[in-house]
């Protein structure tokens, strides 16, 4: 007995004095706002974490990772257009797939989230529509299910399972019109929900929502965002021995954020907490990296901070920077599968015959497919793109509902990056044009592509290099033009972007065959793509904007390499 007691002892000893690890956030960079992570011993150790995805397409991208440093993309919960057809119908770029909740029940992965139909006015309860798919596989896009709506009118939902299996969905009213979180059980099977409970209202900062439960230690605990999703953005919570409250706030909060500082990370929010193998807390949140003169380009990514949590107390987290101190996070261990690549890796692509896109690259709603052919016949190893009347300003509406722009775009996850296609086009029409883009949203990107534009005198059409942008944060810049010169007709081009720096993205172009000959055409503010909800997507298009004939463009030698994450 003696003996047991002593190695009992040297356990606790070796667990308390086990050295901290440092580790550098965002865990997730670039697009990847609202986090809901959570931790399965039963699926070998592994930690598990989903993201929103607002209008892009495939959405809801789940991560995967056993040491909480190397995190993998390993499907897309929604990846079927079947799934959530009105995603098409949503004009808004605020609006579609917001805050998802993950969570592992009885062997089965549920996944709640919200697709906001933000046209609608914001006291129509038509508005949110909430539901939720499941899978019992999560490594593949084709195991999550086709969603089971339920009525509720707000966002932000999150399930909970009490001691006796009862389910109950958390969530958020419209703050604009009556701000507070609110209950309701749920039948998991129909989607039927009981009577609605308003269980907490807040600190009464702004915009109390995205609440998750978690019981520990005889007490209810929620856990909600509030200030809004800007530098005043906080964690708060409350208490209560009853789930449907009332709820007692902690005289501590907020127990998260980083308002009021300088620190580079801003906006830190909309979190949730869950436990490692040894039993340690810790808090994902989305934060916005911003510099001094307020460029913050990559949008809302998500972080990670050690959380403490002692029995019957409130629980309390480290503040938010690039380079963190927190528990030990043991040896580094691979994800062996799943669909895509690490999430800071770089990127290469030919388009080879019998290829698929990967699941890191997203359209702008849901896409019109015959628009995107990979290595078709009359040219292999290129991705065929057939332009679309809208551009990436639109939408033109067609049959009541906004047509998709010809756009195909992979998520910006470094501060410095180059990314770089080949460019093969005829243009015959006024208006033709195809190019490369850095995409926030259809109100805000830069484009730079070649154009079937009048020349100086106006009296015959020619082809130009054109670098656009639009911005509804800062004026936009007057457009750039420049003749493309003769004996770089009908040869393949190199379109390159460039952040070299972390306000300013440069454009560049080039014949393939002597790519040391590039030119830089012209700059793009980063500020003008900033403080947003989602973050930027480099990526290729193809538009007659708005008349003519549709022609194709072909992109071959995808190139996105990443050449350093600012931190501090």
């Keep these: 007995m003696a003996m047991s007691c002593i190695v009992l002892i040297c356990l606790v000893i070796a667990r308390v004095f086990a050295h901290n690890s440092t580790y550098f956030n965002p865990i997730l960079p670039g697009f990847h706002p609202d986090p809901s992570c959570i931790f399965v011993p039963e699926k070998d150790n592994t930690f598990f974490c989903a993201s929103s995805s607002f209008l892009a397409f495939p959405g809801l991208p789940i991560h995967a990772s056993r040491d909480l440093r190397g995190w993998r993309l390993i499907s897309n919960a929604l990846s079927r257009p079947s799934q959530l057809p009105d995603l098409a119908s949503v004009r808004n770029p605020s609006g579609g797939i917001w805050a998802p909740t993950l969570r592992y029940h009885r062997g089965l992965f549920y996944l709640f989230t919200t697709l906001v139909l933000e046209d609608l006015p914001i006291n129509a309860s038509s508005r949110w529509d909430n539901f939720f798919v499941t899978s019992n596989n999560p490594y593949k896009s084709s195991s999550w299910s086709e969603p089971i709506h339920f009525s509720f009118e707000g966002y932000d939902p999150s399930v909970f399972w009490d001691q006796d299996n009862r389910a109950y969905v958390t969530g958020a009213h419209a703050w604009q019109i009556s701000p507070g979180i609110n209950q309701v059980t749920i039948n998991l099977k129909t989607g039927s929900v009981g009577d609605v409970v308003n269980i907490w209202n807040g600190t009464g900062r702004l915009a109390p929502e995205g609440p998750h439960l978690y019981r520990k230690d005889g007490y209810f605990y929620l856990m909600i965002a509030e200030g809004g999703t800007g530098r005043n953005h906080q964690e708060t919570i409350a208490r209560s021995r009853n789930i449907n409250g009332p709820y007692t706030s902690n005289p501590a909060n907020p127990v998260l954020t980083n308002a009021n500082t300088t620190s580079y990370f801003q906006a830190v929010g909309h979190a949730d907490l869950f436990q490692d193998a040894e039993d340690q807390w810790w808090a994902c ?187 509804d944060i800062v004026p936009s810049p007057a457009p750039i033009l420049s003749p493309v010169p003769n004996w770089w007709l009908k040869r393949t081009l190199v379109l390159q972007i460039q952040a070299s720096n972390h306000t300013h993205f440069s454009f560049s172009v080039g014949l393939a065959s002597a790519r040391s000959e590039m030119r830089t055409i012209g700059y793009g503010r980063g500020i003008g793509l900033s403080w947003k909800f989602t973050g930027v997507l480099a990526g290729v298009y193809a538009t007659t904007n708005g008349a003519g004939q549709a022609f194709p463009a072909y992109i071959s030698s995808w190139s996105y390499k990443g050449q350093g994450q600012l931190l501090s």
Excluded: C
């Design 285 to 471: 949140a989305l934060a916005i990296r911003v510099r001094s003169d307020n460029t913050s380009p990559m949008g809302r990514e998500t972080v990670l901070t050690p959380v403490t949590w002692r029995e019957g107390e409130w629980p309390t987290a480290t503040k938010v920077s690039g380079e963190m101190d927190g528990w030990n996070m043991g040896s580094r261990k691979r994800i062996p599968s799943g669909e895509g690549s690490m999430v800071d890796a770089d990127h290469y692509h030919n388009f080879a015959p019998r290829s698929v896109l990967p699941p890191e690259f997203l359209y702008f709603r849901i896409p019109d497919w015959k628009n995107y052919l990979i290595s078709p016949r009359e040219r292999p190893y290129s991705l065929r793109l057939q332009s679309s009347m809208t551009n990436l300003s639109g939408p033109y509406d067609i049959s009541g509902k906004p047509q998709p722009p010809t756009f195909i775009g992979q998520r910006q996850t470094h501060t410095y990056f180059t990314f770089s296609v080949e460019l093969d086009v005829n243009l015959q029409e006024e208006g033709q044009e195809a190019g490369v883009t850095v995409f926030l949203d259809q109100n805000n990107h830069y484009e730079f592509g070649m154009a079937m534009l009048p020349d100086s005198a106006g009296n015959s059409l020619a082809p130009h290099f054109r670098l656009r942008g639009f911005s």
